[in-house]
């Protein structure tokens, strides 16, 4: 079955409206690789994920707001998507959820019609309970941690030459300060320039010492860091898929964004 990133997710919360509190996950959890890769920090703990541990996070979170009383299909209702952006084989969301979370992002990136790995960030009160399951024992991806490194380097540095030459010359970047993707080379450029010259805020957020790092892990071809900065009142998820040592898609998402590239 191919299907576009869009369709996936479309597919994908339809099934989340359309569940009942008895039912099983076997609609929603079809649009999952068997060979998935999948970092998280849904409940205030960071896990790396592979296609079982994905699927009994679920299954415990559906139990777990059932157990509540939450009804599932209504609180979907309730998300408030601030940012929804995709190409054929990559979709970025931000939502929130009150009062439970102010701010979600997810990054799905599909092959033949499956999410083969996805980001999913979700800023919840430091009080949420755990979910009860472990990381999967992923090993991490050195190179393509030390190529995060560098980029996040740059873009502290504010150099706009550095961070365009990180990324492949048909990258594509999803970006909630962007009023579209971003795909290939003259864009990488603009939007380097657009994030250095009009995005300051945003990035010193992410970059300050102060910041506080909750995610950032770097698995396979998946690396994700994840901050959040209480004096600046500002958070954002950085997702990144790196191969031979460049980025060949980036998402970038803040929780406080406008327009800007």
Known sequence: ???????????????????????????????????????????????????????????????????????IEHAVEKLNFLYRQSTENYITLVASLPPFSSFASFTYMVEDGKAVYVSGYAKTAVSMPSLG????????????????????????EHDIDALAS???????????????????????????????????????????????????????????IAFQHRAKKQAGVLTQRIRDGKIIFESLTFQNAVTVI
Request: glycine fraction near 6%; proline fraction near 2%; charged fraction near 30%.
């Open 1 to 71: 079955m191919s299907r576009t990133a869009e369709e996936l997710m479309t597919h994908h919360i339809d099934s989340m409206m359309n569940m009942k509190k008895d039912s099983n996950l076997d609609e929603a959890l079809s649009d999952y690789s068997e060979d998935l890769v999948a970092i998280t920090r849904l409940d205030g703990r960071t896990r790396t994920m592979g296609h079982d541990t994905l699927i009994s996070v679920m299954r415990n979170s559906l139990s777990f707001a059932v157990k509540l009383g939450m009804d």
């Open 133 to 156: 399951i472990k990381a999967h024992p992923f090993p991490r991806n050195e190179e393509a941690m030390a190529v995060m490194e560098k980029h996040f380097a740059n873009l502290k």
């Open 166 to 224: 990180d990324y492949a010359d048909d990258a594509i970047v999803l970006c909630n300060l962007c009023e579209r993707p971003i795909e290939g080379k003259e864009d990488i450029r603009r939007y380097c320039e657009g994030l250095v010259q009009n995005a300051g805020t945003g990035i010193d957020a992410l970059t300050d010492s102060s910041a506080k790092i909750t995610v950032k892990e770097a698995v396979a071809e998946l690396g994700c």
